[in-house]
């Protein structure tokens, strides 16, 4: 017997996710009910809960899948030699999230106290430069700790991610953002 799912369960949990975030982007996830799902989705109740036990279960899946596509991203970040594959890392990442844009529009505005997208990818970008950086043995010129540089860096990133949401990617943007990279990450061969 084959492990895989069928084309209907993916694509009804596809209709599912994207109403979810359809709705997620027009209201609260607090004021968003199942039955606003099932509506808008045009299945029933008996449907949506043979996929998900709740709408957090719902958000924690979307999240955790989310998470799982970042992380191997995030990993051929600090495992890089130069600027130039940083960028190529950083379009690569643009270009997958690209397909999930709205999704993950949606999903980084949700701060519930069990599932927050943005706190988590924050949380794995701090991690990540943290061991890079204790295993480059980096010392900023700037007399600054690295727990601060690290900070800084989840916090440019995340917020340049969501400007990109919010405006879009150029060229231009790519540049400040190499610009202010090497500037954090002055003294490091990256």
């Not at 036990?53 to 899946?61: A, F, P, Q």
């Not at 106290?113 to 706190?119: G, T």
Request: glycine content about 4%; proline content about 1%.
């Amino acid at each position: 017997m084959s492990d895989k799912i069928d084309l209907r369960v993916l694509k009804t949990r596809e209709n599912i996710k994207n109403t979810f975030s359809s709705l997620l982007l027009e209201k609260d996830f607090k004021n968003i009910t199942v039955q606003n799902i099932c509506d808008r989705a045009l299945i029933g109740r008996s449907t949506f809960y043979d996929h998900y036990c709740d709408k957090y279960d719902l958000l924690n899946k979307m999240v955790e899948e989310i998470i799982s596509k970042f992380k191997p991203y995030l990993k051929s970040r600090f495992d890089l030699n130069n600027l130039d594959d940083f960028t190529k890392v950083g379009v690569d990442v643009l270009k997958l999230f690209s397909k999930k844009k709205n999704t993950i529009k949606a999903l980084i505005n949700v701060h519930t106290e069990a599932v927050d997208l943005y706190d988590e990818l924050k949380k794995l970008l701090i991690e990540g430069c943290s061991c890079y950086l204790n295993k480059s043995n980096f010392v900023s010129k700037y007399n600054v700790s690295n727990e601060y540089i690290c900070g800084h860096y989840a916090s440019f990133v995340l917020t340049s991610f969501q400007l990109w949401l919010e405006l879009g990617e150029n060229e231009n943007n790519l540049q400040l953002a190499n610009k202010m990279h090497s500037i954090l990450f002055e003294g490091v061969d990256i």
